[in-house]
């Protein structure tokens, strides 16, 4: 019992550094829909928003948001273009050992630019969006995982977290 408590309390200490990644400014520019592409041995579902967010480092270390950024979201599933900060509406995909790759769509990668500043980020769907895990060009990589597992793989949705790309 103790120690269900206490992974219970690592995934909600997990949750909130999170949330304190993102950033809190409102997005006003309206939500984007994906185009969908090859969904072949996937089954996606209803679309979910997802922010993506460009940030670069300040003088003093910390994340600068910068907005109005042109970026572009591809993967092998559906493309979408957008500025930052926006959200896009990407489908969830069922999970099952019935669908290819137990249901996982490929990743994505967002290539964004504008005002002198490029980044990209490439980042895998998660299940419930606990794990996550995103790369940048210039071979940072930032992973949070939680260990929430539950036995509940094959009933929660595969979808993508919220990007922020690093740009330079």
Known sequence: MIAHGRQFF???CTLLVMSACQSTSKIANPDVQATMRNTAGLQPLQSAPLPVRTYQIGDNGKKVAVDGLKCKLRSAQFSADLVTPQRVKLPVF????RFRNNGRPDPLTVRCQGKGL???????????NVRSSQSYQNGNSVTLTSGLDLGLTSSVAWSFPPLSILVE
């Not at 069922?94 to 050992?97: D, F, Y």
């Not at 490029?118 to 299940?127: C, N």
């Open 118 to 128: 490029s980044g990209t980020a490439t980042v895998s769907a998660t299940q419930g």
């Open 10 to 12: 690592g995934v909600i």
């Open 94 to 97: 069922a999970a099952g050992t």
